[in-house]
């Protein structure tokens, strides 16, 4: 069945960077964009940036812009989302997407479908 | 970017009640409107696409309708599973903003 696996729980201190990971299976992996959004404790969902699969192209979030970089490795199916200069406020759940799409006359609809189980990443000193 | 508002913020409901759950886009933005549902400790999952597409495997308890700039999302009938958090999320595009969130809690 189609599936991402993300990378386990991370601790980081102010300042660091995180990289997480998500790996696909189930599908071609190059078929589809992913997308990254995240969970702060209490808080909605906020999306953050996708990146194409299939050539690498990304776009990002203005609210991450400069922080926040999305790269994949086709060869191992796998998609990572890398989190510098953290703060406290960056403790949240993170999530990758899978994004199926499809087109009539109205134009392109696109959903996330599945989603990864997530990664705690905790920012504390 | 595109706004996305949902009411109400929270709603406490019985198993076997009619709920619905609005979104406001701040735009119009057709029918490029997803939902969501979502529990503590778990991944989201979708429920409708496109405003009114039932994602494969979802029961038919759930519906969506909407275009524009306003959406509703209905469950006809509350099961006990179907206590949990919803989101809608614009795809007209990016960034693919999410409503705030509906928290739906027992009565």
């Known amino acids: 069945q189609v599936q991402l696996v993300q990378s386990g729980a991370e601790v980081k201190k102010p300042g660091a960077s995180v990289k997480v990971s998500c790996k696909a299976s189930g599908y071609t992996f190059t078929d589809f964009d992913v997308n990254w959004v995240r969970q702060a404790p209490g808080q909605g969902l906020e999306w953050m940036g996708w990146m194409s699969a299939l050539s690498g192209n990304t776009d990002y979030a203005q609210k991450f812009q400069g922080r926040v970089t999305l790269t994949r490795d086709t060869s191992i199916s796998t998609a990572y989302m890398e989190l510098s200069s953290l703060r406290s406020e960056d403790t949240a759940v993170y999530y990758c997407?899978?994004?199926?799409?499809?087109?009539?006359?109205?134009?392109?609809?696109?959903?996330?479908?599945?989603w990864g189980q997530g990664t705690l990443v905790t920012v504390s000193s | 970017d595109i706004q996305m508002t949902q009411s109400p913020s929270s709603l406490s409901a019985s198993v076997g009640d009619r709920v619905t759950i609005t979104c406001r886009a701040s735009q119009n933005i057709d029918r490029f409107l997803n939902w969501y549902q979502h529990k503590p400790g778990k991944a989201p999952d979708v429920l409708i696409y496109a405003a009114s597409t039932l994602e494969p495997g979802v029961p038919s308890r759930f519906s969506g309708s909407g275009s524009g700039t306003l959406f509703t999302l209905t469950i006809s009938s509350l099961q006990p599973e179907d206590f949990a958090t919803y989101y809608c999320q614009q795809s007209h595009g990016a960034p693919y903003t999410f409503g705030q969130g509906t928290k739906l809690e027992i009565k």
């Open positions: 997407a899978r994004k199926p799409y499809y087109y009539d006359d109205s134009g392109y609809y696109s959903w996330f479908d599945p």
